[in-house]
T-cell receptor
Framework: AQSVAQPEDQVNVAEGNPLTVKCTYS??????LFWYVQYPNRGLQFLLK??????LVKGSYGFEAEFNKSQTSFHLKKPSALVSDSALYFC?????????????FGKGTKLSVKP | EAQVTQNPRYLITVTGKKLTVTCSQN?????MSWYRQDPGLGLRQIYY???????DKGDVPEGYKVSRKEKRNFPLILESPSPNQTSLYFC???????????????FGPGTRLLVL
């Protein structure tokens, strides 16, 4: 069965410091991996995805994520956090060859960036 | 503007009173899906549709119905709402296929439902 784990319910970072939001996955075969962000009272917005190719994926708002096949991880990173990055972040996965369209979402990680 | 719209955005109702939450997308997407978001549980899929007249259950379909009579619309129907269906609901859509650029889901703004 496919699954996604976001081991941290909340991540606290000081503005200007680097941030990491962790995600690990379990799928049969090669994964499609996604990060979404949800700002308060808003829907989910797509940040970035990994399908194939370069393991380091760059996305919106200066975020990037590194696909690590051996560790089955897809951690979200940003070199210098902004207060405006405070939001709820979701990792999602589906397997190549799996039911097209369907994504499995993690439970979400709340990122809090303090000035 | 490419978007997914949902109506209403907020709804308070009483147990047993049928309601429909509409979802519409203007991107000609084949795939549409409904999720519910609850604290500590993340997003759970209710129903999805791969194309017109093709729908299937997600992880938590009990108490919900959907229909896909047109490609752009995917309404969520609660025939007899109960308090445990109080939640934040999201509709999403995407293209299908394995080519780069597909698979990314686009979400509506959400519908907050309270069932008394």
């Amino acid at each position: 069965a496919q699954s996604v784990a976001q081991p941290e319910d909340q991540v606290n970072v000081a503005e200007g410091n680097p941030l990491t939001v962790k995600c690990t996955y379990s799928v049969s075969g090669n994964p499609y991996l996604f990060w979404y962000v949800q700002y308060p009272n808003r829907g989910l917005q797509f940040l970035l995805k990994y399908i194939t190719g370069d393991n380091l994926v760059k996305g919106s708002y200066g975020f990037e994520a590194e696909f690590n096949k051996s560790q089955t991880s897809f951690h979200l990173k940003k070199p210098s956090a902004l207060v405006s990055d405070s939001a709820l972040y979701f990792c999602a996965v589906r397997a190549h060859g799996g039911s097209q369209g369907n994504l499995i979402f993690g439970k979400g990680t709340k990122l809090s960036v303090k000035p | 503007e490419a978007q997914v719209t949902q109506n209403p955005r907020y709804l308070i109702t009483v147990t047993g009173k049928k309601l429909t939450v509409t979802c519409s997308q203007n991107m000609n997407h084949e795939y549409m899906s409904w999720y519910r978001q609850d604290p500590g549980l993340g997003l759970r899929q209710i129903y999805y549709s791969m194309n017109v007249e093709v729908t299937d259950k997600g992880d938590v379909p009990e108490g919900y119905k959907v229909s896909r009579k047109e490609k752009r619309n995917f309404p969520l129907i609660l025939e007899s709402p109960s308090p445990n269906q109080t939640s934040l609901y999201f509709c999403a859509s995407s293209l299908l296929g394995t080519a780069r650029g597909r698979e990314t889901q686009y979400f509506g703004p959400g519908t907050r439902l309270l069932v008394l």
